[in-house]
């Protein structure tokens, strides 16, 4: 079992900046490959970043290319979500994830193991 708590989520301004921080627990850290995926109120939980087990590979959806960084320390078992120049669409609940690194960084929900339970942004416009 691998536990996921996320914190760093709160309210700000459109064009501001949050960090998202995801603690992990119970397994290995580095032998898992770490996401971030959102889910928006009426929508379905989406791909946000994927970062491979020692940080070498990131993939970051098209929609938050070049605001949003993904990155990982493994001696503290945490990955993050940098987040810059947010906008009105980025309001919704943030979730990190875990999968088993296999040399594939994933975006598909479906393959990852462990889920942590979300934190809020809400950007305002």
């Known amino acids: 079992q691998v536990q996921l708590v996320e914190s760093g989520g709160g309210l700000v301004q459109a064009g501001g900046s949050l960090r998202l921080s995801c603690v992990a627990s119970?397994?290995?850290?580095?032998?898992?490959?770490m996401g971030w995926f959102r889910q928006a109120l009426g929508k379905e939980r989406e791909f946000v970043a994927v970062?491979?087990?020692?940080?070498?590979?990131?993939l970051h959806a098209d929609s938050v290319k070049g605001r949003f960084t993904i990155s990982r320390d493994n001696a503290k078992n945490t990955v993050y979500l940098q987040m810059n120049s947010l906008k009105a669409e980025d309001t919704a609940v943030y979730y990190c994830?875990?999968?088993?690194?296999?040399?594939?960084?994933?975006?598909?929900?479906?393959?990852?193991?462990?889920w942590g339970q979300g934190t809020q942004v809400t950007v305002s416009s």
């Open positions: 970062i491979s087990w020692n940080g070498g590979r990131t």
């Open positions: 994830a875990a999968r088993f690194y296999d040399g594939q960084l994933s975006y598909s929900r479906g393959e990852y193991d462990y």
């Open positions: 119970g397994r290995t850290f580095i032998h898992y490959g």
